[in-house]
């Protein structure tokens, strides 16, 4: 019998994936990790308030959650100093990019982004049929100037800038992202990813908006938070905007034990300060252990650190490839000429140990 | 500033939702439900080993789920005897529902279902701008032949049944749907959605049959697994189909504890059996509170009783607004004839008290 047949732009689409994760990686070597530094996970986990306030969940697990997540909402109004209708939770923030591009890319639609920038984001992109338009890195930062010239002149409905950026660790200051904002092409929604604002400076985060509607935030559970794991992010933006995702989302899909873990992990400030603490710690030791093996380390507002390995993208290949054979997960998203990097998540000591075990190793291996 | 604009097809999205959550009306009735029989979840709740394994994968939930979800599909191809080819794990049934009408539906594309049958189906068919042709219910049951030549008639690309039936709880046995899935037209695909077949009786459950690409079959461990406020659940279908899913998913989505909890679900059959015979207990009680009070309570293959309340659907409505007003959640998500009908989830000895106590009430302030 005839085959179900796929949509015009589904047919398309390659089969790709926008990241293999470590568990594959792991399945193929045959063993574990020692150190999982390679997402730009939070290692140090999330509050032990979170912890006790997923217990105390498990009981209304058979509950689904709410479709509107009101308490968590809420709870990030007051947290933000915005309301609630400025606020949508979703299935992380990659869940929110596929439907930021579902509402605004039909098949041939610009948008621009950096050459080297978040894959997930171009894989939602390309699976709307948009059209990316790349800029490159301006002295390996994103290049708001660049992102604004490429949006203009292609008439892009989209433009993505991290803030903190992933995966150089670079960031620009409020002013900067400020004056971009006012230069915004019209028609043209700003998508400011800031899964690591909670690791940045201060004067990175520009002042919250709500009342652009050319300007939305991206935010998560999965970083500093530590929940990755039950995956759950939200964003911010102009009410109008915000009420659209309503239109399209899967209501249901952010169930209940995230979210009670979420609004745990938001109530505990204390423990979130000192994570960004250890954070701040780790990149130093990663800095450290760098410079000890000759490597130039990055300047970073993330929870990792970018190491510039000071060859050509061959080389920093050969130095993940051998930091993999000795069980450290770390990972090289970068298209040239930041190729010349590595990425390393922030760690535990013992993480940092083996780290500055297994460096001097993979670079005498080559 | 140009607002950015939404692709033509959003524009023409309604604000809508598929269902209002429960806490959205105990948020306006400014008190909570005494008895949750509104959404068919499974108030026993998941397997002790289920907390327990969630306790345990609390320490890991830093950490992204696998994006393959390797070791459940691994699990889950054992317990059906397929391959984990031929097994995507998504967020809940609605979220893979949603990818499947990415999949195959452009705008205008026909789709069938039946007139009454579940509306996030629908709402997600409409939010890919498809176009629905409802086949009305026969006997209080879907129509399988009224199906079959509503997607002859109209080239329909997706036919969604769900077996046994959301909101009836009737079924039909393997053999009528082996009849029906011979008759499909060339390249329409059927969703059979067996989000009940835990609880319905075997010969209700077609063979697993993963060389026929005009199948996908739609499973969950929301139901009578009892992890609602997890969200995740799998299709099984032909191979080729089901690597399609990872042309669009979110394939980061369902994170490491929903696949922690589910994986030691699945290794608690013995616990599935108990929460399927306090089902069926259940069943027969609220069909006895039915008949007590001179309503039909219909056969159910589900974890809910569908009630005749022998009038139309006024009566019904005022029932169920009725028992809502005494802290019983209940709801009635039928259309004409069926719309003479309410839905009450299966519940413990303490909801069936409630429900008891609150019907006759119900009934006599109308």
New interface residues.
């Given amino acids: ?10 047919q398309t ?7 293999v ?1 470590p ?2 990686q792991e ?1 193929q070597m045959g063993h574990g990790f020692t150190a ?1 530094l390679g ?1 730009n ?6 509050s032990p308030k979170v ?1 006790k306030a ?2 105390n ?12 997540a ?1 308490e968590l909402r809420n709870a990030l109004a007051k947290h933000h100093n915005i309301t609630m209708d400025n606020i949508i939770v979703g ?2 923030i ?2 929110l990019l ?1 439907y930021l591009a ?5 098949p041939g639609d610009a948008v621009v982004t950096s050459d080297g920038a978040y894959p ?1 984001f171009n894989y939602h992109v390309q ?1 709307f049929g948009g059209m990316l338009h790349k800029v490159p890195y301006c002295d390996d930062h994103e290049d708001p100037n660049g992102l604004i010239a490429m949006a203009a002149k292609t008439g892009a ?2 433009i993505y800038l991290a803030n903190p950026d992933n995966p150089m660790g670079s960031w620009h200051n409020a002013q900067t992202l400020e004056k971009m904002i006012e230069k ?1 092409p ?4 700003l998508i400011l990813d800031e899964a690591y604002a909670d690791c940045a400076p201060h004067d990175a985060v520009p002042p919250l908006d709500t009342s652009n ?2 300007v939305i935030r991206m935010r998560t559970f ?1 970083k500093a938070y ?6 759950i992010g939200y964003a911010i933006g102009q009410a ?2 915000i ?2 995702f ?3 989302r ?9 979210q009670a ?1 979420a609004l745990a992990a938001l109530d505990d400030q204390a423990y979130l300060s000192d994570v960004i603490s250890r954070i701040s710690m780790s990149r130093i030791q990663i800095s450290e252990i760098a410079k000890e093996n000759g490597l130039i380390p990055l300047p970073s507002a993330t929870n990792f650190v970018t190491i510039d390995c000071g060859k050509d993208g061959s080389f920093a290949r050969a130095v993940v490839a051998n930091l993999i054979k000795q069980g450290i997960f770390v990972r090289m998203p970068f298209v040239a000429p930041q190729d010349r990097c590595i990425r390393v998540s922030c760690g535990t000591a013992d993480d940092m140990a083996a780290f500055a075990k297994a460096l001097p190793i993979a670079l005498q291996q080559i």
Same sequence: chains 1, 2.
């Fill in positions: 019998m005839k085959t179900p047949i796929f949509t015009d732009l589904v689409l390659p089969a790709t994936v926008p990241f994760g568990e594959t399945r999982r997402a996970e939070s290692v140090f986990g999330p912890l997923i217990g969940a498990a009981s209304d697990i058979w509950m689904y959650g709410d479709p509107e009101y299935e992380g990659d869940g596929g579902r509402l605004f890319i039909s997930t699976g409905k989209l915004l019209g028609g043209c929604l509607p050319n999965s530590g929940l990755a794991g039950l995956r109008d905007l009420q659209s309503n239109k399209i899967n209501h249901f899909g952010v169930g209940r034990l995230p873990a």
